[in-house]
């Protein structure tokens, strides 16, 4: 497995993987990898010629500059289950070589018809230009056959089926199950800053979530996300954002029930700060 830092390197190992006509896997992350990670590496590496992961912090998609700051990092121990997992390549770039000091301080524009509007958009403003931004440079270098993107993130994965549509890179998006702890909580790098005690609690999320299905037939979707925020709130300790059912492929806010809907939420455990979804 080869480590490379540079634009530069990743290209002419790219190139070379080209003209020796092999397929290419992507899997793009921002490090302290968990199960879930691995989940989407282990496709990669059976479904292509070559996996390539990348480990990148990408400090234009965080809008909260503290949660860049504790936002975990372990290069060295992400490294070697990349490469337990049968990984060809990987890209840990700093920022400095990923970004101009011109581009770090340009705000990535695009259109995303809205999908961007709402929900982690409306929470966390810029997020999505930042994930945008960084995707689409990664996608660039990379020129992956196939990219692999976890379902946890529902409304990145939704951006970037959109951003691979509107600029045209030839690449198949591969949506992959979220993996859960054996609680239920959702994995994520962010329950590494969990206290045993707040994962505990944090393991409501997804209780009151699947329990939550028990209801469709009886509440409408705002009456059953009311009643999910209200029990989850009822945990001393988690904090509801927001908790959305919305249509599964507008993202729009939903009167009646139909047969492609989610609920996504974000939960602040303490300061650190939870998402999951689910499908009705
Ligand atoms: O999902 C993530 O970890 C990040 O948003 C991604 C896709 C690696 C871009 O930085």
């Given at each position: 497995?080869?480590?490379?830092?540079?634009?530069?390197?990743?290209?002419?190992?790219?190139?070379q993987?080209?003209?020796?006509k092999?397929?290419?896997?992507?899997?793009?992350?921002m490090?302290a990898l968990?199960?879930?990670h691995?989940?989407?590496?282990?496709?990669?590496?059976?479904d292509?010629?070559?996996?390539?992961?990348?480990?990148f912090?990408?400090?234009?998609?965080?809008?909260?500059p503290?949660?860049?700051?504790?936002?975990?990092?372990?290069l060295?121990?992400?490294?070697?289950?990349?490469?337990?997992?049968?990984?060809?390549l990987?890209f840990?770039?700093?920022a400095?070589e990923?970004?101009?000091?011109?581009?770090?301080n340009?705000?990535?524009?695009?259109?995303f018809?809205?999908?961007?509007k709402?929900?982690?958009?409306?929470?966390r403003?810029?997020?999505f230009?930042?994930?945008?931004?960084?995707v689409?440079k990664?996608?660039?270098?990379v020129?992956?056959?196939r990219?692999?993107?976890?379902?946890k993130?529902?409304?990145?994965?939704a951006?970037?089926h959109r951003m691979?549509e509107?600029?045209?890179?030839?690449?198949?998006?591969?949506?992959c199950?979220?993996?859960?702890e054996?609680s239920?909580?959702?994995?994520?790098?962010r329950?590494?800053r969990?206290?045993?005690?707040q994962?505990k609690k944090a393991?409501?999320?997804?209780?009151?979530?699947f329990e939550?299905r028990?209801?469709?037939?009886?509440?409408?979707?705002k009456?059953l996300?009311a009643?999910?925020?209200?029990?989850i709130n009822a945990?001393d300790?988690l904090?509801?954002?927001?908790?959305?059912?919305?249509?599964?492929?507008?993202l729009?806010?939903?009167?009646e029930?139909?047969?492609?809907?989610?609920?996504?939420?974000a939960?602040f455990c303490?300061?650190?700060?939870?998402?999951?979804n689910i499908?009705y």
């Amino acid at each position: 497995m080869k480590i490379i830092k540079t634009k530069k390197e990743l290209q002419a190992e790219i190139e070379q993987l080209k003209s020796a006509k092999k397929t290419i896997g992507f899997v793009p992350t921002m490090g302290a990898l968990h199960a879930g990670h691995i989940a989407l590496v282990h496709r990669c590496v059976s479904d292509n010629d070559c996996c390539v992961v990348s480990v990148f912090v990408n400090p234009t998609q965080f809008n909260n500059p503290d949660d860049l700051k504790k936002y975990p990092r372990d290069l060295k121990k992400d490294v070697s289950l990349l490469e337990a997992a049968g990984v060809c390549l990987v890209f840990a770039p700093e920022a400095d070589e990923m970004y101009s000091a011109e581009e770090i301080n340009t705000c990535f524009d695009f259109d995303f018809g809205g999908l961007d509007k709402v929900m982690e958009g409306k929470f966390r403003p810029g997020h999505f230009n930042g994930v945008v931004q960084v995707v689409s440079k990664l996608f660039s270098l990379v020129k992956p056959d196939r990219a692999y993107f976890g379902e946890k993130d529902f409304q990145q994965l939704a951006i970037i089926h959109r951003m691979t549509e509107l600029m045209d890179f030839p690449v198949r998006i591969v949506d992959c199950s979220i993996v859960r702890e054996p609680s239920g909580l959702a994995m994520s790098s962010r329950n590494e800053r969990l206290t045993d005690e707040q994962r505990k609690k944090a393991a409501k999320i997804s209780e009151v979530l699947f329990e939550s299905r028990n209801f469709v037939s009886a509440k409408s979707p705002k009456e059953l996300a009311a009643w999910v925020v209200d029990k989850i709130n009822a945990v001393d300790g988690l904090n509801v954002e927001y908790y959305d059912i919305v249509d599964a492929v507008n993202l729009t806010g939903i009167e009646e029930w139909n047969d492609n809907c989610i609920g996504c939420i974000a939960v602040f455990c303490g300061d650190v700060r939870l998402i999951d979804n689910i499908r009705y």
